[in-house]
C-alpha cells in the first residue's frame, strides 16, 4: 500500500498466472488484473484502448510487480500526453527495478550442485546466520512469512586499506546481509601481538529502535553463550558500540555442507561418501543431543528445538570437525520472543511436516530435518520438488508421498532404512531422541573422521589457505574510530 500511494497508482504481484497481492483503488486494480499473463511481453503493457498503461518488473523467479499508470482519455488525442504518461511508466518500472535488485541481494542462499533441485526456499527470521565461513550464492526463493538465508559469498574489504575498526573489532569481510543483522569476519588484538578470529553480527542500525528486534538478538546471544559444546560454534561477545548491538561467535576456518557438497559433485561426479555423510550426521547429533537435553539454572529442561536444520548450517572444519550453528529462530523456554501459533520459521526445503504446518514442534522436528539433509548430501538434491514456495510448503506439511518414498528406496544401504525412520510423518515414528538416531548412525561411521579431513583438504585445502593469509594480514588501527564504527564504514554503508 505504501508502494502504491507513492507510485500514486495501484500495485499487483503476480506469479505469472493469477494475482498474489494488490493495493490501491480497486477500479485501477481490477484493469491490472488484465495485465497479469502478459509479464514476459513486458516492461511496458498498453492495451487497446490505449486510456491506461502498466509496468510489470520482475522481483524474483515466478513473482512480478504490476504498477498502474494511468493516461487519461485525452491520450488518444494528444502525442504529448501519451509520451509524458509513457515517461510516469518508465519512472515506476525504475522503482521496481530498484526493488528488484533490493530483493535479489538480501534472498541470495548457497549454490547446489550442477542439475540439482535448487533448495532455496527459506521461511524463517530475518537473521543472516552467523557462518563462521563464506558460501556461494543460490537462486532466490520467495518467502511466504519471515525470511532466513544461508550466507552469501563474502564481500572482500582489502585488509591493508579499507578494513575499518568498529570497537575494538576490525572487521574485515561482510559475509551477508539480512533483514536482522550484517555479518562479518573480524580480528580483534591484544598485548604483545595477541590476535583473535571472529565472526561479528552486527544488528542493522535501523532497527536498533525496535524492542522486539533487540529482544529477540538479545535471545540469540544469550541463549548462545550458554551452549557449550565441541559441536557447536558458541558465542563469546555480546554489546554495544554507540547505539549499535553486535554479537561475536568463534570464527571457525571450513566450508558448510551444502558448499562441500556442491564441491564433491563438481570435482568428483558423485555424492558425498556415505562414512563420511555418517560421521558428519553423527557428530551434529551430538550437538543436537547436547542441545535438547539442556536444562536451565532451575534444572528444569529449556525444551530447545533449534528449527533450521540444515546443510548451511552444518560447518565442516578444516580439521575435520562438525560444528552446528545459527540458534537464532531455536524454541526454548525462557525466551524473551515468542513464535505465535501458525506461524512458520525455518527452511521449507528441510522442514518436519509438525513445523510447516505451523503447530507445536519439540525435539524430534530437528532430527526429521536432519533425515533431509542426509538425503541431500546423498543425491545433490532437496526431497521435496516444486516451482514455488507454497507448493514445497504444502509438500512439507504433508511429509514424504509415493514420489518421495521412491526416492528414499533407492538410496544406497544402510542410509535408506535410516532416511526413512527419520522421516516419519507421526513424530512417534521417528527416532525419539539424537542419541537413539545416533546409535543407528555410528556403525557405519567407520574411518569417517580421517576421510572427512582428507576430502576438506582436498577440496579446499588453497580456498581455505588464502583465508588465513588474509586475517594474518590484518593490523591494530584506530583510524576513523567513532561511536558507531569508523566513518570509512559509515561512508560505505550510506
Same mark, same amino acid.
Not at 579499507?162 to 570497537?167: A, L, P, Y
Not at 535501523?206 to 557449550?228: H, K, M, Y
Given at each position: ?16 498466472k493469477s %494475482?498474489?497481492?494488490? +493495493? ?21 503493457f ?9 509496468? @510489470? &518488473?520482475?522481483?524474483?523467479?515466478? =513473482? ?13 488525442? %494528444?502525442?504529448? &500526453? ?6 510516469? @511508466? ?25 542439475? +540439482?533441485?535448487?533448495?532455496?526456499? %527459506? ?10 565461513? /563464506?558460501?556461494?550464492? @543460490? ?10 538465508? %544461508? ?6 574489504? /582489502? ?21 536482522? +543483522? ?17 565472526? @561479528? ?8 529502535? #525496535? /524492542? ?47 558448499r ?12 558425498? /561418501? ?15 543431543e547436547?542441545?535438547?537435553? !539442556?536444562?536451565? #539454572? ?24 562438525v ?19 501458525g ?7 528441510f ?17 526429521? &530435518? ?12 532437496? =526431497? $521435496?520438488?516444486? #516451482? ?16 518421495? =518414498?521412491?526416492?528414499?528406496a533407492?538410496?544406497? +544401504? ?16 521417528? $527416532? ?46 584506530? !583510524? ?8 570509512e564504514?559509515?561512508?560505505?554503508? &550510506?
Amino acid at each position: 500500500q505504501m508502494l502504491a500511494d507513492r507510485a500514486h497508482g495501484a500495485v499487483l504481484l503476480s506469479d505469472g498466472k493469477s %494475482s498474489v497481492i494488490e +493495493a490501491g483503488a480497486e477500479a485501477e486494480r481490477t484493469l491490472l488484473r488484465r495485465a497479469v499473463g502478459q509479464e514476459r511481453s513486458g516492461p511496458l503493457f498498453e492495451p487497446a484502448d490505449a486510456t491506461w498503461a502498466a509496468a @510489470v &518488473s520482475q522481483l524474483a523467479p515466478n =513473482l512480478w510487480m504490476w504498477t498502474y499508470a494511468g493516461a487519461g482519455a485525452e491520450v488518444e488525442d %494528444s502525442a504529448a &500526453s501519451a509520451t509524458t504518461n509513457k515517461g510516469v @511508466v518508465w519512472g515506476i518500472a525504475g522503482l521496481g527495478s530498484l526493488l528488484a535488485l533490493f530483493f535479489a541481494f538480501r534472498r541470495s542462499t548457497p549454490t547446489v550442485a550442477p542439475g +540439482a533441485a535448487d533448495p532455496r526456499q %527459506s521461511l524463517a527470521t530475518p537473521v543472516v546466520p552467523p557462518a563462521a565461513h /563464506p558460501t556461494v550464492p @543460490v537462486p532466490f526463493g520467495a518467502a511466504a512469512t519471515e525470511l532466513h538465508q %544461508s550466507t552469501p559469498a563474502p564481500v572482500a574489504v /582489502p585488509a591493508a586499506a579499507d578494513s575499518v575498526m568498529f570497537g575494538r573489532y576490525r572487521l574485515l569481510d561482510r559475509l551477508g546481509e539480512g533483514g536482522m +543483522a550484517e555479518v562479518y569476519t573480524a580480528v580483534t588484538f591484544g598485548a604483545e601481538g595477541f590476535r583473535r578470529t571472529f565472526v @561479528v553480527k552486527r544488528l542493522r542500525a535501523e532497527l536498533a529502535r #525496535d /524492542p522486539n528486534v533487540v529482544a529477540q538478538f538479545i535471545d540469540e546471544a544469550n541463549l548462545g553463550s550458554t551452549l557449550v559444546h565441541s559441536n557447536i560454534v558458541p558465542v563469546f561477545d555480546f554489546g554495544k558500540v554507540g547505539d549499535e548491538f553486535f554479537l561475536a561467535q568463534e570464527y571457525i576456518l571450513g566450508r558448510d555442507l551444502s558448499r562441500l557438497t556442491a564441491r564433491v559433485i563438481e570435482r568428483e561426479g558423485r555424492a558425498v /561418501p556415505v562414512p563420511v555423510l555418517m560421521y558428519i550426521v553423527h557428530e551434529t547429533l551430538k550437538a543436537l543431543e547436547y542441545a535438547h537435553g !539442556k536444562t536451565g #539454572d532451575s534444572g528444569k529442561p529449556l525444551g530447545i528445538v533449534h528449527r533450521d536444520v540444515s546443510p548451511s548450517n552444518v560447518l565442516v572444519s578444516a580439521r575435520g570437525e562438525v560444528k552446528l550453528f545459527d540458534f537464532g529462530i531455536v524454541k526454548a523456554e525462557g525466551r524473551v520472543t515468542k513464535t505465535q501459533h501458525g506461524v512458520v520459521k525455518g527452511n521449507v526445503s528441510f522442514m518436519a511436516p509438525e513445523q510447516a504446518r505451523g503447530t507445536d514442534t519439540d525435539a524430534r522436528a530437528d532430527l526429521f &530435518s536432519l533425515g533431509l539433509v542426509m538425503f541431500y548430501c546423498l543425491t545433490g538434491e532437496i =526431497l $521435496y520438488r516444486g #516451482d514455488t514456495t507454497y507448493e514445497l510448503l504444502v509438500k512439507a506439511a504433508t511429509g514424504p508421498g509415493p514420489e518421495e =518414498l521412491a526416492r528414499i528406496a533407492a538410496l544406497p +544401504a544402510p542410509c535408506a532404512e535410516i532416511v526413512l525412520k527419520a522421516l516419519q510423518v507421526d513424530p512417534a515414528q521417528r $527416532y525419539q531422541g539424537a542419541a537413539e538416531f545416533g546409535a543407528a548412525v555410528h556403525p557405519h561411521a567407520t574411518g569417517g573422521a580421517g576421510a572427512t579431513l582428507q576430502m576438506m583438504r582436498a577440496l579446499f585445502a588453497v580456498d581455505l589457505q588464502q583465508e588465513e593469509i588474509r586475517f594474518a594480514m590484518a593490523v591494530p588501527t584506530n !583510524k576513523g574510530m567513532g561511536v558507531t564504527g569508523t566513518a570509512e564504514l559509515a561512508r560505505r554503508r &550510506s
